[in-house]
């Protein structure tokens, strides 16, 4: 068993999504350990981000990610992080499997609803961005 981190993003927020992504992680056998609503500064996204820096999208992206409140959440299962960026599917919604959760609630390659880490690394490092020891369950 391990796991992996996600955030449901403030596009799929603002959409009315957060009950039905929540449904599709748990339904899937993702076990929540650690859950909340907040909200990043533009410095929490710039941090978070910091390896998307020299990229061009990376401006678009921090203002995204914080122009309003996002679900940050730890989830448990086994093969977490590779089973979890199976069940959001591909980066641009319009490459992404039918079913997955960028297919259904996505708005464009920016704005694609739900992050997943893409390592045990990094799952640990997000997991603890966003969360302290008390928090988790
Ligand atoms: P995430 O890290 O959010 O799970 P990912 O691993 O599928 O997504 P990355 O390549 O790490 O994708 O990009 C991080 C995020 O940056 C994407 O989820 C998307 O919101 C945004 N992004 C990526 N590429 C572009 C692009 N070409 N234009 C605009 N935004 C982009």
Do not use: C
């Not at 650690?34 to 061009?56: C, G, I, N, W």
């Not at 199976?86 to 992050?115: C, F, M, Q, W």
């Amino acid at each position: 068993t391990n796991r992996t981190f996600t955030m449901i993003k403030p596009d799929a927020v603002e959409n009315g999504h957060i009950g039905a992504i929540l449904e599709k992680i748990t339904a899937s056998g993702f076990r929540i350990v650690a859950l909340k609503l907040t909200q990043m500064t533009v410095a929490d996204a710039k941090e978070f981000y910091a390896v998307h820096s020299e990229r061009p999208f990376y401006g678009e992206l921090v203002e995204f990610m914080s122009r309003g409140p996002i679900v940050a959440a730890i989830l448990e299962k086994e093969n977490a992080v590779e089973d979890f960026r199976t069940l959001i599917g591909a980066t641009n919604p319009a490459d992404a499997a039918e079913g997955t959760i960028r297919k259904l609630y996505a708005t464009s390659l920016g704005e694609n609803a739900v992050h997943g880490s893409d390592s045990d690394e990094n799952a640990a490092i997000e997991g603890a961005f966003h969360f302290s020891g008390r928090e988790l369950f």
